[in-house]
Every structure is written in C-alpha cells, then in structure tokens.
C-alpha cells in the first residue's frame, strides 16, 4: 500500500513503483483489489526481446483483437465529408443527440434486429462495445452479483472489479470471489450447465466468445432466456464478433422469444468494419426491461448516456451509416471474408498438426489445445520458432486468450 503524505513509493507500473513526490490520494480498494494480470505488456517485453534477438524477424502479431485491414473508401469518404461539413455553417453540428442520430439508430435496427421487434429508439450509438459495459455497471451499481462464461473476455470481470462487486482474488485459482465463473469449455460443449449455475442479478455472456471462438446454439440461447426469466436475472449479451457467425447460430440475443424481458445487447462497429480506431458501437436497451420494482432501465440507461458520455462523434456516425448502406456492407463483407480466411488457415494448419482446435468458423480467431505443456511455453515456442506473437490462456491469464 501507499502511505498517505510522506515521500515513499508511489505506484507507477504494474511493477515499478517512483520513488519521489506523491500526492496524499490514496488508491481506490477496487482498484487495489484488479489483479495483477498484466498479460499485454508481458507479451509485449517477451516479443521486444525477441526482436532485439531477431532484428529482422517479421513478426505476424495474432495478439491483440486488433483489426488491420483499410476501411473501405466509401465509409471513410463519408466520415471525410462529415468532416468537411462541420467547417460550414449549414454543416456544422454540435451536442446530441446524446442517444445517436436517429437515422443510424434505424438503420442499425433494420440491418440487424429485423423481424425482432427492436426499434430504433432502444437503439443507443455510442463509442464502442467496451466502453457500454462498463457504463451498464455503472447503471447497475455494486450491489448486484456478476456471473461471466469462462474463459471470459476481461471487461467483464475487470469493470465488475472496478465497480466493487468482485470480492477477493483466490490465489490459487486466479478467481474472484464473489464472481460466478461458468465453465465453457469443449467438454460441455462451451455452453455452462444452468442445472448447477447460481442465480446472479446479471449474466455477461458473449457470442461468438472472445477467447473460444464458439457461437451458441438458438437452442442453447434459448435455455440461458429461460435461465433468466425464471431467476429474474439480466442477460447482457455481447455480440460484437456476430457479423463472422457463418452457421445458423443466432446473431443477436433478440432472435429468442421474450429476450427483450431479459436482455440487453452490446455490439460494435470495431470488428465487422475495422471501426477499432474510429469507434462506434451500440447498445440494444428493450422497453420491457425493467428493474424488481417495474421501473424501466431504458430510463435509467438515457440518463447514464446523457450524464456520463453526450454521444458518439458525428464523424464516426456518418461513417457507420456508410457501413449500413448497401454498397459499404458489401464492401465489408470482404474484409470480413479476409479475416476469416485467416482464421480458415490457422485452423487448418493446426488440425493438420493433429491438434485439437476450436473457433475460426464463427469468428476470427481460434483457440487450440495444447495439452500438457504450458501456455508461455507454447506461447515462447511459436515466437521463437516461427516469429508469430499468440496469447497463452491459461486459467489465470484467460485473456483474450487464444491458445491454452
Ligand atoms: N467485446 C468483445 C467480445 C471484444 O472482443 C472486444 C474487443 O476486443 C470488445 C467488446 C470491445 O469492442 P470495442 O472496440 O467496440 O470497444
């Protein structure tokens, strides 16, 4: 910890503390209580190593869920001209509204909630998928319990930890402990068993999954609604990988009959439309959700947006209504395509190895099993043999972990 008003070590890294002036503001205990799990910039130091070893290693970096492909001319000739406008007085636009331009807000409705009964009203545009998460946990405060799938994309667990309502690291499991973990793995299909889950207030379940690449079933969708509806839970769905789903498996949570009592939806411009710079996303927030006390969240929600954020750029939404229009979705249904030729090659190369290997169909990584081995040393073995950066996804570090 860090004493208050005397000259000691102030926090400045992960690992490094400063040692100087500090100021008397302690550190925020949910701050304290994240765990140390610094799975980046580890990655990081182990790939600077490597380069310092190999200078003329070409790296090929499948880390980070970052996207790499240029955005299709259309899109950014219409962000260009939003641009352009705002320096003319007939173009020139300011504040709001904070929910989104309606027109987007509608075309979003129509290109990915048809026949689901979303309006465009329940639609929120806003600066991306991670930033909505941790607004709902604001919305939701500390008091309410967290179940998230395991392996879990981090925001779900991290921002439970910054909002207080993670309880205390285990150190042997690397688990909090107010936290329900659902097992998803291959051995259950990668959907939890409810029979044996405990009812929580929310439910972060993200398909297609970011590590494991699988997308759940409409029948399995449909048993985590009932789930819900009989324990009164919310289902915060995120679908921010939906557009790479190539099966019949649902795209939205809305596809299942009565989700919008249930569910709220959280997706993103950043992976169908290489938006992960740009930023836009939205949420999907039903008129029929409503607190134990019949209130209805889509209010609570309009008043965190209009407190806590005032909308998404224009420019960014002028680009995300190029990305609903038909020419521009067909334009990123290449991209779409490329990265999931990527992903086809990964996946082929490893089963070809004999190994067992998930994902890659519905979305654009894939998650191979490694049995018996460590995944830093596996991770270590692919750099320093082919010069191409992975994420090991071991339990602990089960960050957007891809091989484990
Ligand atoms: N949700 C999942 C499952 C993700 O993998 C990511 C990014 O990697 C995000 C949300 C964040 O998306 P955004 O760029 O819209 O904040």
Redesign the pocket.
């Known amino acids: 910890g860090i004493k208050r008003g005397i000259q000691f070590l102030c926090l400045k890294s992960p690992n490094e503390r400063k040692i100087g002036h500090c100021t008397k503001v302690p550190r925020g205990i949910n701050m304290e209580n994240l765990q140390s799990g610094y799975l980046f910039p580890e990655i990081f130091i182990r790939e600077s190593n490597h380069v310092q070893k190999k200078p003329h290693a070409r790296l090929i970096k499948l880390g980070v ?1 970052n996207t790499t492909e240029p955005i299709p001319d259309i899109i950014t000739s219409a962000m260009a001209e939003q641009a352009h406008a705002l320096s003319t007085g007939q173009g020139y636009r300011g504040y709001g509204p904070e929910q989104g331009n309606m027109a987007l807000r509608i075309a979003i409705a129509e290109k990915f909630y048809q026949n689901m009964g979303v309006k465009g009203n329940e639609i929120f545009v806003s600066d ?4 909505d998460i941790s607004r709902f946990q604001m919305l939701l405060g500390s008091n309410v319990s967290v179940a998230v799938q395991d392996p879990s ?1 981090p ?1 779900y667990i991290d921002s439970t930890v910054i909002v207080g309502r993670a309880g205390k690291v285990q150190m042997e499991t690397g688990k909090y402990g107010s936290i329900v973990y659902m097992k998803c793995e291959p051995e259950n299909n990668f959907f939890p068993d409810l029979t044996t889950t405990p009812r929580t207030d929310i439910i972060f379940f ?1 398909s297609p999954n ?1 590590p494991t690449g699988s997308a759940a079933s409409w029948h399995q969708l449909n048993q985590l609604v009932e789930f819900a509806k009989a324990n009164g839970s919310i289902i915060i769905y ?1 679908s ?2 939906a557009t790479y789903i190539t099966d019949e498996s649902p795209r939205s949570i809305f596809e299942i009959p009565g989700a919008k009592e249930v569910a709220i939806e959280i997706s ?1 411009f ?1 992976k169908f439309a290489g938006f ?1 710079g740009v930023r836009l ?1 939205w949420t999907v927030v039903p008129e029929e959700l409503s607190y134990s006390n019949g209130y209805p969240i889509i209010n609570d929600y309009n008043r965190i947006v209009c407190t806590c954020f005032n909308g998404a750029s224009n420019i960014s939404q002028a680009g995300g209504l190029a990305c609903l229009s038909a020419e521009g979705y067909q334009a990123l249904s290449t991209t779409v395509g490329y990265y999931k030729e990527n992903a086809k090659i990964l996946f082929d190369t490893f089963a070809s190895l004999g190994m067992k290997v998930y994902g890659g169909r519905n979305a654009p990584y894939i998650w191979v099993h490694f049995p018996g081995f460590s995944s830093w040393d596996v991770f270590s073995e692919i750099l320093e043999n082919t010069d191409i950066v992975t994420v090991p996804g071991n339990r602990i570090w089960s960050r ?1 972990g891809r091989v484990y």
């Open positions: 869920g991306g998928a991670q930033c994309f925001a993200c970011n995120d921010a990988y993103s950043s992960t996303g957007r």
